[in-house]
């Protein structure tokens, strides 16, 4: 019962990790979009379920229980959530993760526009928020409404509400819309404000619908879920329940893969414009072996003032500028791809797998390995 919409990936997507447990350990599986209704009626022998997995409602959570049926939800939202066990996204990762993308981009202003009847993004800005205040700045949350295409009327107070909220930003500006056709909507405003996209307002937008996500230009940085592993995950906790085990004591949370880094925060907030360059030709370069010197004498000023102007400028030295760059193409590479680890040490410019080991070991307090098993875990109940 998973209220499949087809053009979204946390459907189809939930969907398709729900069947690849199944087909591996040898379940029969039924769609039944109204499984409360069926759980009302007597029982024949096709409607004797042993699990159900579910966005789920209070009827369901309700019959289930009577029937003694367990149930799995993976609805964050669902209004009977506290009742049942769940397994959804690790909405606080992704708000961490969008934070951190934005103030290494050297944003000090920040804004969010999500919806307010949704779980995720509630979780996901009071992240965001928090890890930005740590960072000493602020950030202006607005709401839309969560189905702005329902009808026109819809759509042209989503206008409203965006065009309302972007007249309290300040250029430039770091912001997070929890969907990608509010993202479009954002960079449509913007044009008509003359700010660019993303010199003026840097957006991370939406779940990676890869369509919205990089037609037209600007393409919209965004999140990838990873929602099959969502599915995966809620059917293997579905067979431990089936099997006779406790719940465990609260929502399984499914870490985020990543961010898909696009143009529209390929941009480097910074006033001093010889440390924007650096960071360019950083974010360029380095899987090569580069050092300060490089750096330096690819954008035209000596080793010493680049050093002076990251220090008052990112509160960082270069070399720290040169390891999170790194660190963050070798987590996409584990994230994203079964590529060999020598591989992705090469390839994001720690030469050997041992210096890519000490820097995670360091850094994450974790393996690359290990790190990559959590990314690309398949579900854990």
């Not at 049926?69 to 992704?94: K, M």
């Not at 951190?100 to 999500?114: S, V």
């Amino acid at each position: 019962m998973l209220d499949i919409q087809w053009p979204y990936k946390r459907h189809s997507e939930v969907y398709a990790g729900v069947q690849r447990y199944a087909e591996e350990r040898g379940w029969v599986t039924v769609i039944d979009e109204f499984a409360h209704d069926t759980l009302r009626r007597k029982p024949t022998h096709a409607d004797r379920y042993d699990g159900i997995l579910a966005r789920a409602n209070h009827l369901l959570a309700r019959r289930a229980v009577r029937r003694g049926v367990p149930v799995v939800n993976v609805w964050p939202s669902s209004p009977a959530r506290h009742l049942l066990p769940g397994v959804f996204p690790d909405s606080a990762a992704t708000g961490r993760l969008l934070a951190e993308h934005l103030l290494a981009r050297g944003f000090r202003t920040f804004a969010t526009l999500t919806s307010p009847r949704n779980a995720d993004n509630e979780l996901e800005v009071r992240e965001f928020s928090r890890l930005v205040r740590e960072a000493g700045f602020g950030c202006a949350s607005a709401y839309v409404p969560q189905d702005p295409y329902r009808d026109v009327a819809n759509w042209r107070k989503t206008e409203r509400l965006i065009a309302r909220a972007m007249g309290g930003w300040r250029p430039p500006v770091g912001v997070y819309v929890g969907q990608e056709v509010c993202g479009r909507l954002v960079v449509q405003l913007s044009q008509r404000c003359g700010w660019r996209v993303p010199d003026d307002v840097a957006i991370i937008a939406g779940r990676n619908q890869e369509t919205l996500c990089e037609r037209p230009r600007p393409s919209l940085t965004s999140v990838e879920i990873g929602y099959d592993r969502i599915g995966y995950a809620a059917a293997e906790l579905l067979g431990r329940l089936m099997a006779g085990h406790d719940p465990p004591p609260g929502p399984v949370r499914v870490t985020p893969l990543g961010l898909v880094v696009r143009e529209s925060t390929d941009f480097f907030a910074v006033d001093n414009q010889v440390v924007a360059a650096a960071l360019a030709y950083i974010a360029a370069h380095s899987h090569r072996r580069i050092g300060p010197d490089d750096i330096a004498g690819a954008v035209g000023t000596g080793t010493r003032t680049l050093q002076n102007y990251f220090r008052d400028t990112l509160k960082r030295p270069i070399a720290a500028e040169i390891r999170r760059v790194r660190i963050e193409r070798a987590k996409r590479e584990l994230a994203q791809s079964d590529r060999p680890l020598a591989a992705i040490a090469r390839d994001a410019g720690f030469g050997t797998i041992q210096r890519l080991y000490e820097v995670f070991r360091r850094e994450l307090g974790m393996s690359p390995g290990a790190y990559r098993e959590q990314r690309q875990l398949k579900g854990r109940a």
